[in-house]
C-alpha cells in the first residue's frame, strides 16, 4: 500500500464578511498518495485555485487540517512552513514566473539558491533537471527567448530541481497549445512522476485528463467525486 | 557572495534600464549635494585665508567682528594688558586692511594688506624668492603669488608700485596656504609701515595674536580678555564664526539649505519612484519566491541590498564626477572655490542612506504585503 502524501479533510474558506461572504470551499476532505498523478478539474470559480493554496500551505482555511507527508502543515509556524514548502513541495505556476532577467538556468535553480547552496553549485545543479527536461542547451539564454512550451519545461525543472516530494502544478496548460500541452503532461507522466513524488494537477483542460492516476472533480467549493483516469 | 543577494544582485544590474535609470539618479543628487556643500566648503576655506595663513592659536578682538575680513580696530593698551595676562607666552598686533594700489598703466587695483608685528614678524608668509628680512627695507612689500597675482601686472622683486600716494616695492615673492575670497592681491609688510601708509580710524590693531604658554591656559586666557572688554577666539572657534556668519547672516545657510533640499528631492524622486516601480514591476516573482518557500527577511534582504547596492554605487560615481569636475575647474580658473570635505562626504552619504531607507521602505511594504494566493490565481 502507498503512502499517503496528501491528506485534507473539513477544509472550509471562505473569503469577505457578511453579504459579501463567498464561501471557496465547503467542507473539503481528500487524499492523495505518492506515485500518484493527482488531477483537480473544475470550472472557473468552482474552488480549485483555493484548494491548492490551503493545501500548500499559502493560504489558511477558516477550519479544516492539511497533513502532509503526515505533518500538520497548519499548525506549524510562518518559517516553519516556509521551510517545509521549501523542501518538500515543488510549484509550477500557471504564468510560469520565471525571472526574464536571469538566465534559464539561473532560474531553475532558484528554490536551490533559496535553500542557501552556494550559487555556481545551484545553478549546475539546476542544469541536471534542464537536462531532464529536455533543455540543457538552452541553459543560457533569457526565459524571453523560449517558447511557451519551452518556458513551462524550465517552470517544471525549477519545481524539480529541489526534489520535491510534492509537485504542484496549476494550469499547465493553459497558455499553451493543444499539442504542446499533451506533450508536457505525457513528459511529467514519463520523467516526474515516481513512486516517491505526487503530483498535483488543477486543470481544466480535458485533453490531458488521460495522464491522471485520478480526477477529482470540483463544483461550487465541493469535491463531487473521484475517478480514477480512463486511459 | 550569499547566493539570495547575488539573486538580488542579478536581477537588478541585469535590467539595465532600470539599473541605469537609479543610478542616473542617485548618482545626480549626490553630485549636487557634494557640489554645492564643496562650493559652500571652498568659499569657507577661502573666507577664513588669513587665520589659516597667520596660523595664530588665540586671535583676540573687538567682541562684534564677525569674521576676519572685517575687524575692529583696537586701541593699544589692549596689547599690553593681552602680554601681561597670566598664561600668555607673548603676543604680537596684526593689522589687516584694504589699500588701492596704482598699477604702472594707470589703473587702480585694491589689495588686502596684511601687516606684521615688527619685531617677530609673526604669522610671515613662506617664500619663493627674496628674503624675509628685506621687509624692513624702505617701502618694502612682499606680494603672495596666487591665482590674483596677475592683477598685479605679475610684479618681481624690485618692481615698483604706488599705494595711496606712498611707494612700494617688492622685495620678496611669497606662498600661502590658501588664498582669500575677494579675488584681490595680498601684500605683507610691517605693522609700522601699514599704518603709516594706510589712513586708518584712531585705533589701528586689527587683531592681538597670542601665543599661550600652554593649551590649558586657553580658557583662562580668554577669560581674563573678556574681563577687558574684548574677545578671544581660538584659531578653530574664529573660523567657525566666519563660517557661521556666512552661514546665518548672509543668505548663504539659506541658499545652502535649499540646494541641498532640491538634491535630496531630485534623489529621493527619481531614485525612490525607479525602485519603487522595479519592485513593483518584480512584485509578482517576489510572490511567487514567497510561494516557493522564499522567508520575508530573505525577500527584506534582498530589497535592502538592492537599495544599498544601488546608493552605494551611485554614491560614489557621484563624488567621482563632482570631484573630476571641480579638479577640471580649478585646472581653468586657480581661484575657484570648491572643497571636498569629510563634512560634505558624511552630508551627501547621509542624503544617500535616507533615499536608500525611504526607497527599500515602500518597497519592502508592498512586497510583504502581497499574498503568495493571488501568484496562483493569475
Known amino acids: 500500500m502507498s503512502k499517503i502524501a496528501i491528506q485534507a479533510s473539513g477544509l472550509v474558506?471562505?473569503?469577505?464578511?457578511?453579504?459579501?461572504?463567498?464561501?471557496?470551499?465547503?467542507?473539503?476532505?481528500?487524499?492523495?498518495?505518492?506515485?500518484?498523478?493527482?488531477?483537480?478539474?473544475?470550472?472557473?470559480?468552482?474552488?480549485?485555485?483555493?484548494?491548492l493554496s490551503v493545501l500548500t500551505g499559502i493560504l489558511k482555511p477558516n477550519a479544516g487540517k492539511v497533513l502532509l507527508e503526515g505533518v500538520d502543515i497548519w499548525g506549524l509556524k510562518p518559517d516553519q512552513l516556509a521551510d517545509f514548502r521549501l523542501g518538500k513541495i515543488g510549484f509550477a505556476f500557471q504564468d510560469y514566473h520565471l525571472f526574464p532577467r536571469l538566465s534559464t538556468a539561473e532560474n531553475a535553480a532558484v528554490p536551490l539558491i533559496l535553500r542557501k547552496r552556494p550559487w555556481n553549485e545551484a545553478v549546475s545543479e539546476a542544469e541536471k533537471y534542464l537536462d531532464v527536461v529536455g533543455l540543457k542547451s538552452r541553459a543560457e539564454l533569457p526565459p524571453v527567448k523560449l517558447s511557451g512550451g519551452e518556458q513551462q519545461r524550465v517552470a517544471i525543472a525549477r519545481a524539480m530541481s529541489s526534489q520535491p516530494d510534492i509537485l504542484i502544478m496549476d494550469e499547465p496548460t493553459a497558455s499553451l497549445d493543444g499539442d504542446t500541452g499533451v506533450a508536457i503532461l505525457s513528459f511529467v507522466q514519463k520523467n516526474v512522476l515516481n513512486k516517491d513524488r505526487c503530483i498535483v494537477v488543477v486543470t481544466h483542460d480535458d485533453r490531458i485528463y488521460q495522464f491522471a492516476t485520478r480526477i477529482l472533480r470540483m463544483e461550487d467549493g465541493r469535491l463531487k467525486g473521484s475517478e480514477k483516469s480512463t486511459t | 557572495m550569499n547566493g539570495i543577494l547575488k539573486l538580488a544582485y542579478k536581477l537588478l544590474v541585469n535590467d539595465k534600464a532600470k539599473f541605469s535609470a537609479l543610478l542616473v539618479g542617485i548618482t545626480f543628487a549626490v553630485y549636487l549635494m557634494m557640489f554645492v556643500t564643496s562650493m559652500f566648503s571652498g568659499v569657507m576655506k577661502h573666507a577664513s585665508a588669513n587665520i589659516i595663513n597667520i596660523g595664530a592659536p588665540l586671535w583676540?578682538?573687538?567682541?562684534?567682528?564677525?569674521?576676519?575680513?572685517?575687524?575692529?580696530?583696537?586701541?593699544?593698551?589692549?596689547?599690553?594688558?593681552?602680554?601681561?595676562?597670566?598664561?600668555?607666552?607673548?603676543?604680537?598686533?596684526?593689522?589687516?586692511?584694504?589699500?588701492?594700489?596704482?598699477?604702472?598703466?594707470?589703473?587702480?587695483?585694491?589689495?588686502?594688506?596684511?601687516?606684521?608685528?615688527?619685531?617677530?614678524?609673526?604669522?610671515?608668509?613662506?617664500?619663493?624668492?627674496?628674503?624675509?628680512?628685506?621687509?624692513?627695507?624702505?617701502?618694502?612689500?612682499?606680494?603672495?603669488?596666487?591665482?590674483?597675482?596677475?592683477?598685479?601686472?605679475?610684479?618681481?622683486?624690485?618692481?615698483?608700485?604706488?599705494?595711496?600716494?606712498?611707494?612700494?616695492?617688492?622685495?620678496?615673492?611669497?606662498?600661502?596656504?590658501?588664498?582669500?575670497?575677494?579675488?584681490?592681491?595680498?601684500?605683507?609688510?610691517?605693522?609700522?609701515?601699514?599704518?603709516?601708509?594706510?589712513?586708518?580710524?584712531?585705533?589701528?590693531?586689527?587683531y592681538v595674536l597670542v601665543e599661550p604658554k600652554s593649551v590649558s591656559d586657553v580658557p583662562r586666557i580668554k577669560q581674563q580678555v573678556e574681563a577687558l572688554g574684548y574677545r578671544a577666539r581660538t584659531k578653530e572657534e574664529f573660523m567657525k564664526n566666519t563660517e557661521d556668519f556666512f552661514l546665518y547672516k548672509t543668505g548663504g545657510g539659506t541658499n545652502l539649505l535649499i540646494m541641498m533640499l532640491i538634491s535630496f528631492?531630485?534623489?529621493?524622486?527619481?531614485?525612490?519612484?525607479?525602485?519603487?516601480?522595479?519592485?513593483?514591476?518584480?512584485?509578482?516573482?517576489?510572490?511567487?519566491?514567497?510561494?516557493?518557500?522564499?522567508?520575508?527577511?530573505?525577500?527584506?534582504?534582498?530589497?535592502?541590498?538592492?537599495a544599498t547596492f544601488t546608493s552605494f554605487t551611485g554614491f560614489g560615481l557621484g563624488i567621482a564626477l563632482c570631484v573630476l569636475l571641480i579638479i577640471v575647474a580649478k585646472a581653468r580658473l586657480p581661484s575657484y572655490?570648491?572643497?571636498?570635505?569629510?563634512?560634505?562626504?558624511?552630508?551627501?552619504?547621509?542624503?544617500?542612506?535616507?533615499?536608500?531607507?525611504?526607497?527599500?521602505?515602500?518597497?519592502?511594504?508592498?512586497?510583504?504585503?502581497?499574498?503568495?494566493?493571488?501568484?496562483?490565481?493569475?
Open chain 2, 60 to 206: 583676540v578682538m573687538d567682541p562684534y567682528v564677525e569674521t576676519v575680513s572685517n575687524s575692529v580696530g583696537m586701541p593699544a593698551y589692549v596689547l599690553d594688558e593681552v602680554r601681561s595676562m597670566q598664561g600668555v607666552k607673548y603676543a604680537v598686533p596684526l593689522y589687516s586692511g584694504g589699500a588701492l594700489v596704482k598699477l604702472a598703466d594707470g589703473n587702480y587695483q585694491t589689495v588686502s594688506v596684511i601687516g606684521l608685528d615688527d619685531t617677530s614678524l609673526y604669522g610671515r608668509p613662506e617664500l619663493l624668492e627674496g628674503k624675509i628680512e628685506s621687509i624692513y627695507a624702505e617701502n618694502g612689500f612682499i606680494v603672495v603669488k596666487d591665482a590674483e597675482f596677475s592683477k598685479l601686472e605679475n610684479p618681481h622683486v624690485g618692481s615698483e608700485f604706488e599705494l595711496n600716494d606712498n611707494r612700494g616695492v617688492i622685495v620678496g615673492i611669497a606662498k600661502v596656504r590658501t588664498s582669500g575670497l575677494y579675488g584681490i592681491p595680498t601684500l605683507y609688510t610691517t605693522y609700522e609701515r601699514a599704518i603709516q601708509y594706510i589712513p586708518n580710524p584712531r585705533f589701528t590693531i586689527s
Open chain 1, 13 to 51: 474558506k471562505w473569503f469577505g464578511e457578511g453579504e459579501a461572504k463567498t464561501t471557496a470551499l465547503k467542507d473539503v476532505s481528500l487524499e492523495a498518495q505518492f506515485g500518484e498523478m493527482v488531477y483537480i478539474v473544475g470550472p472557473s470559480g468552482s474552488g480549485k485555485t483555493t484548494l
Open chain 2, 337 to 378: 572655490a570648491a572643497m571636498v570635505t569629510f563634512g560634505n562626504l558624511a552630508i551627501s552619504f547621509g542624503m544617500v542612506v535616507v533615499i536608500a531607507g525611504v526607497s527599500s521602505y515602500f518597497g519592502i511594504r508592498r512586497v510583504l504585503k502581497i499574498e503568495p494566493f493571488e501568484i496562483f490565481r493569475g
Open chain 2, 265 to 306: 528631492t531630485v534623489g529621493l524622486s527619481l531614485s525612490g519612484q525607479t525602485f519603487y516601480t522595479f519592485i513593483l514591476e518584480n512584485l509578482e516573482r517576489f510572490g511567487a519566491l514567497k510561494a516557493i518557500g522564499a522567508k520575508n527577511r530573505d525577500l527584506v534582504r534582498m530589497i535592502l541590498f538592492q
